[in-house]
Nanobody, 119 residues
Framework: VQLQASGGGLVQPGGSLRLSCAASGFTFNNYAVGWFRQAPGKDRESVGKVSLSGRTTYYSDSVKGRFIISRENAKNTVYLQMNSLKPEDTAIYYC?????????????WGQGTLVTVSS
């Protein structure tokens, strides 16, 4: 089982970045996927999540209206489109998968990709 997050990098404030989460080793379309982030010195927090079909999404208040989660089950991939980025979005971003969209403890985790928002 593997979740591979990618697409992180350095971006200026106000810019955009798209992260990808590629899954393998399990039946991807039976799993909801969540995005999480952890900033230096802070606890990990939820960014948002997407249902098995991709029709339902949820976002934290801090990213609502700026971030969009989507998925392509045919490619076993989930995306996190991040727009209007702010310095406070700087963090390591992780994707995770679980059969339960509202799980309190996701089953599978990726290794994380670093996003740095700075001028």
């Amino acid at each position: 089982v593997q979740l591979q997050a990618s697409g992180g990098g350095l971006v200026q404030p106000g810019g955009s970045l798209r992260l990808s989460c590629a899954a393998s080793g399990f039946t991807f379309n039976n799993y909801a996927v969540g995005w999480f982030r952890q900033a230096p010195g802070k606890d990990r927090e939820s960014v948002g999540k997407v249902s098995l079909s991709g029709r339902t999404t949820y976002y934290s208040d801090s990213v609502k209206g700026r971030f969009i989660i989507s998925r392509e089950n045919a490619k076993n991939t989930v995306y996190l489109q991040m727009n209007s980025l702010k310095p406070e979005d700087t963090a390591i971003y992780y994707c995770a998968a679980d059969r339960n969209l509202h799980s309190a403890s996701y089953t599978y985790w990726g290794q994380g990709t670093l996003v740095t928002v700075s001028s």
